[in-house]
């Protein structure tokens, strides 16, 4: 297992995040094809590289299955408390970025040009 595509391991995995999606109400029907595991580190691969998701390497499983769970995570809550717990037991460590404006494009009318008055003539 290459520690750049899984970032947390499966035994730390198992052992804190994983009662945090099972005490979910679960949706019944057939069971998911790939783990929670490959679905959560997926999930932070994508957020780590800021690919889009259909980029996402099939070792993670098909793409359209992590992103369906990621918005049921997300809209449901789980996801953010799967952070908050990861953060304070120390399973993952997440660092804020920033950047500087200058590092951004903008489209060449998109700046804060002044605007032309409109005159009123007599």
């Known amino acids: 297992m290459n520690s750049r595509y899984y970032p947390v391991k499966e035994s730390e995995f198992d052992l804190r995040i994983l009662p945090l999606i099972s005490s979910y109400k679960n949706r019944s029907g057939r069971p998911p094809k790939s783990s929670h595991y490959q679905a959560f580190c997926g999930i932070l ?23 369906t769970r990621f918005k049921r995570w997300s809209d449901s809550g789980l996801f953010w408390n799967i952070i908050k717990e990861s953060h304070s037991n120390k399973t993952a460590t997440f660092d804020m970025g920033w950047l500087d ?3 951004i494009k903008l489209h060449r009318h998109g700046a804060g040009t002044s605007k032309k008055r409109q005159t009123i003539s007599r």
């Open 101 to 103: 404006s200058t590092a």
């Open 45 to 67: 691969y994508i957020l780590r590289t800021g690919i889009p998701w259909r980029d996402l390497p099939p070792c993670f499983g098909n793409w359209h299955t992590i992103y």
